[in-house]
């Protein structure tokens, strides 16, 4: 499975950005997809994730209410929307995938909210 994120820049506090992670390569495998970011100095952290179904998500307390997963299976597509974006929203985030037998990350997209 590979996965390339694309979306990341600089916007305002306040604002809004929409994160894509298209998946490719054996795509049916995967379970459970999601987005995690990395702030410098911090670890890793788990932001959002979705089941394969799209049924089942999970947000971090931080991100409630202001962002948002989805994915389009038939685009092999995952997007993450965020709204009322916040200086501390400022990371670089990963999109990740499981399977049975693995897990997968991408290349990460830098995003920064101003204040």
């Known amino acids: 499975v590979q996965l390339v994120e694309s979306g990341g820049g600089l916007v305002q506090s306040g604002g809004s950005l929409r994160l894509s992670c298209a998946a490719s390569g054996s795509t049916f495998s995967i379970n459970v997809m999601g987005w995690y970011r990395q702030a410098p100095g911090k670890q890793r952290e788990l932001v959002t994730s979705i089941t394969s179904g799209g049924g089942s998500t999970n947000y971090a307390d931080s991100v409630k209410g202001r962002f948002t997963i989805s994915r389009d299976n038939a685009k092999s597509t995952m997007y993450l929307q965020m709204n009322s974006l916040k200086p501390e929203d400022t990371a670089v985030y990963y999109c990740?995938?499981?399977?049975?037998?693995?897990?997968?990350w991408g290349q990460g997209t830098q995003v920064t909210v101003s204040s």
């Open positions: 990740n995938a499981r399977t049975d037998w693995g897990v997968y």
